[in-house]
């Protein structure tokens, strides 16, 4: 599967933006797919996930309660809705694709399939 993620861009802080990460070569329903985001300097971190069924999703302690993701299967799609931003949001975000749906969903190397990132700023 190859994956291409977009939506980022510049928001200010308190703002919203929505991600989509586009699949072509196998379906968004065969793979455990999330989100993780990489900020300048930092390690890379896990942001969220949704399992395979679709029926379960896991958040960063970090991003609870502001952060949806969600996928679209006619559209083959996963997405992030990502609300009520804050500056330490600030990262390039990339999308994965987990084909053994991993207990392990934190980390990065449960994901085989990454797509290149989107680069989300938010001002202060």
């Known amino acids: 599967v190859q994956l291409q993620a977009s939506g980022g861009g510049l928001v200010q802080a308190g703002g919203s933006l929505r991600l989509s990460c586009a699949a072509s070569g196998r379906t968004v329903s065969v793979y455990a797919m999330g989100w993780f985001r990489q900020a300048p300097g930092k390690d890379r971190e896990f942001v969220a996930r949704i399992s395979r069924s679709g029926g379960s999703t896991w958040y960063a302690d970090s991003v609870k309660g502001r952060f949806t993701i969600s996928r679209d299967i006619a559209k083959n799609t996963l997405d992030l809705q990502m609300n009520n931003l804050k500056p330490e949001d600030t990262a390039v975000y990339y999308c994965?694709?987990?084909?053994?749906?991993?207990?392990?969903?934190?980390?990065?190397?449960?994901?085989?399939?990454w797509g290149r990132g989107t680069l989300v700023t938010v001002s202060s």
């Open positions: 994965a694709a987990d084909p053994r749906e991993s207990t392990v969903y934190y980390y990065g190397r449960s994901y085989d399939y």
